[in-house]
């Protein structure tokens, strides 16, 4: 999942990508749809084909399939997804009317059910988005009884509601979401790059600072868009999966340009021509990838690769040259720290550019050297494999999605198992309730609680009022039929829980008083069925993790840290020629793991609603700094494997980094352990020696001035104390928002 974008300063007009249409654009798309759409199914199965049971589902569906759902993506995938929803909807509605003559077996179905249902969120797309829809299918059938003899007429309706709901939500007004999120990715790739060449001119570039805040507004762009997206990319996609991390990649270049590329002191900047070739190159494959995530030709990914080793062995002979011609080592390292930035930034655009060109439905030339996060699979084996790593990775007790979960499918049992024992009018009432307003924690759960009996409230006065009104004229009821449809669509997403509450509430007034005359006593049982159904969510959500997503987040982001340092300590023996590296790829895909654990916690911490005690910057920044130990690492294998730098020639210089390396690995085992709850914890250890560190260099760099094969043992001293001294300032940076998330973990639900 994608962390929080940084606040950024205003930009002027000119640098200021271009504005998001307002989110009540698109829910006025989808409330005319639907006002249009839901009135001339409903008006036919009920006046037409005259059956009660077929008039139910088909209305109820529409509003599911359109408004709840509204599948986004390209034509054929979104007619693809509407009909595979139509095809899951009428078997749980075949299996909810099943079961529905028994309230226990209503139950312990809905249990499994609303698990599955809720659990497959992980795999995001269009399953998350069809999630709620498919859940009022199964709803609507297992909580009105009906003999099996039921099954076609609601099938029927269910069908009906699935072939129109696909036909509109492909030709009618349709909103193309995922085209709009590829420009913007386009615009912040832009945006980078002109922040990287500015950055390479040097530091006297004026508009270096306007460049930075154009550069982050446009990733913010994408991050708000991304939000607001019908179809979020996550899950086991390939192309979803990749535009996931361009985003992150283009956010972590961005944080790379605010370290000095330029030395601070009087020492030798490598000043060769390869240098500015690979500036050259980048800012060129950031291009590109804009050009490809808009229709363009796919990136050179293979020139920029071409450019970084060609580099990289300038690098390295320059540095030699500077030696034998009398530089002293000490000298030598900051000028060598200089480009080594520039070489990390040239790795992200690698993987970047592969990912911008998954992204726009391209394959990159998988016999290049692509980072291991690269999604590179395709077909179905790419999606089972994906599918089985993300099982496993949220099939463990501290995942927060499983905690969710759970806390759905039994609050969702207990109230099919109330309504149909208590033996309440329209019991799928007392149902959806519960499902509009459990939430992760108890106290956001108790306030949308009373927004929900408010809205209800407000509804009844309003609805009933029209009932009383229009008596027994059914003209009027028709008329004021898709005027509700119309704000119980649009309410919601555009104004408020409060709002969509209440013109639901109307909705169904006017529905039940088209089906079957009541007047207003249809919104004072709707108050009633509500006010049970959202007094089971707050039972239960004081019983199952009451404290919500903070906690999760806490403790699935000490995961990721743990699993970060051990995949961080391999990288490190192996770059230092202390160990083979043979489980290597096993460490880190339990990095992986966690890593996506604890996106899936940030994730879930943002949606929450009600107060939140640990602000969101503090938050994503202990999750993104998980991300960046395991960039860190896979950079460090990239160096010991593809690049063939080891220590193997400096011993006591490899050993000297060693141990600060230890020093670096027990404060992220420190931050673990205060963000796990552990109860006497170790005591915050020393941070590591840039003067040791700094000695190690000039150690090695003095034996390779005699021995040239020994450059690259050198080298790789080098590296290996610039990413220590790179992680302790971000360990050190992590201490506050550490301590902050810590004390929200600790605290009361109720606070």
């Known amino acids: ?142 909580s009105v009884s009906a003999p099996v003899s039921a099954i076609p007429t609601r099938l029927a309706g269910w069908v009906l509601a699935g072939v129109v709901s696909t036909l509109a939500g492909v030709f009618f007004w349709p909103w193309f979401e995922h085209a709009s999120l590829r420009k913007r990715a386009a615009d912040a790739c832009m945006a980078v790059a002109d922040l990287v060449a500015a950055v390479r001119r040097g530091p006297a570039d004026e508009q270096r600072a306007g460049h930075t805040q154009a550069a982050r507004a446009a990733v913010s762009a994408i991050r708000r868009e991304y939000a607001h997206s019908g179809m979020r990319p996550a899950g086991p996609t390939r192309r979803d999966r990749a535009f996931v991390e361009l985003v992150t990649q283009l956010e972590q270049i961005i944080d790379l340009t605010e370290r000095p590329f330029h030395p601070q002191r009087r020492s030798p900047r490598p000043c060769i021509q390869e240098g500015d070739q690979l500036a050259a190159a980048v800012t060129a494959a950031l291009r590109a990838d804009a050009e490809a995530l808009t229709g363009g030709p796919p990136p050179a990914i293979r020139d920029l690769e071409v450019a970084r080793r060609a580099h990289r062995a300038a690098l390295d002979h320059w540095a030699v040259e500077e030696l034998r011609a009398g530089r002293p080592p000490d000298e030598l390292l900051e000028g060598l720290d200089v480009d080594h930035t520039l070489r990390v930034i040239a790795y992200l655009t690698i993987a970047l550019s592969a990912n911008a060109m998954i992204a726009a439905g391209g394959r990159p030339d998988e016999s290049l050297s692509l980072p291991a996060g690269t999604p590179r699979l395709e077909g179905a084996r790419e999606v089972a494999v994906r599918a089985a790593r993300t099982l496993r990775t949220h099939l463990e007790p501290s995942s927060t999605v499983l905690h969710g979960s759970a806390r759905v499918a039994v609050g969702l049992a207990i109230s099919v198992l109330l309504a149909r024992t208590l033996g309440l009018n329209h019991a799928f009432w007392v149902v959806l309730g519960t499902l509009s307003v459990l939430r992760s924690n108890a106290l956001a759960t108790g306030r949308t609680t009373l ?105 699935s982001t000490a995961g990721f840290y743990r699993a970060a340092r051990s995949y961080l300590a391999k990288a490190f023996d192996l770059v230092l020629g202390v160990d083979s590296g043979a489980e290597i790829g ?13 996106g899936e916690a940030f994730d879930a911490f943002l949606n929450e609603r009600g107060a939140k005690p640990l602000g969101p910057d ?23 494997t593809d690049l063939g730098y080891r220590a193997d020639s400096c011993p006591d210089g490899a050993a000297r980094v060693e141990t600060q390396v230890r020093t670096l690995l027990a404060g992220i085992d420190h931050l673990a352990d205060e963000l796990a709850g552990v109860r006497n914890a170790r005591l915050p250890p020393e941070h590591p020696s840039p003067e040791a560190l700094r000695a190690a260099a000039v150690e090695c760099m003095g034996h390779a001035r005699s021995d040239e094969r020994s450059t690259r043992s050198a080298i790789a001293v080098v590296i290996a104390g610039e990413w220590v001294q790179n992680l302790a300032r971000m360990e050190a940076d992590l201490e506050q928002p550490v301590e902050a998330a810590t004390a929200a973990a600790r605290g009361h639900w109720w606070r």
Not at 10 to 31: C, G, I, T, Y
């Open 618 to 640: 503090a938050a994503a920044r202990i999750v993104s700094a998980g991300s960046q130990a395991l960039l860190a690492g896979d950079l460090l294998v990239v160096v010991a």
């Open 451 to 555: 927004q929900a009996l408010i809205g209800s409230v407000i509804g009844f006065a309003a609805g009933g009022l029209f009932a009383v009104l229009a008596g027994q004229d059914p003209a009027l009821m028709w008329v004021a039929f898709p005027i509700a449809i119309f704000f119980a669509s649009y309410a919601a997403s555009a104004i408020g829980f409060v709002a969509g509450q209440a013109a639901f509430t109307v909705m169904v007034i006017v529905v039940f008083n088209l089906i079957s005359p009541a007047g207003w006593q249809v919104g004072l049982v709707r108050i009633e069925d509500i006010a049970v159904g959202t007094g089971i969510s707050v039972v239960v959500g004081v019983l199952l993790w009451p404290r919500g997503a903070r906690r999760d987040l806490a403790r």
């Open 586 to 598: 096993r460490i880190r895909a339990d990095a992986v793991r966690a890593r996506d654990r604890a």
């Open 1 to 142: 999942t994608l962390p929080a974008a940084k606040e950024v300063a205003p930009v002027s007009p000119r640098d200021a990508p271009e504005k998001r249409p307002d989110p009540r654009r698109v829910a006025l798309h989808r409330a005319t749809r639907a006002a249009i759409v839901n009135p001339a199914v409903f008006a036919f199965s009920l006046l037409v084909i005259r059956d009660v049971q077929v008039a139910t589902f088909a209305v109820f569906g529409c509003f599911g399939l359109l408004v709840m759902a509204d599948f986004g993506g390209p034509r054929r995938n979104r007619a693809v997804a509407y009909a595979a929803a139509t095809l899951a909807g009428a078997a749980l509605v075949a299996l909810g009317t099943a079961v529905s003559f028994s309230a226990a077996a209503a139950a312990t179905v809905m249990l499994a059910i609303g698990f599955v249902l809720s659990f497959a969120t992980v795999f995001g797309g269009y399953v998350a988005a069809a999630q709620t829809a498919l859940l009022l299918a199964f709803v609507l059938s297992a």
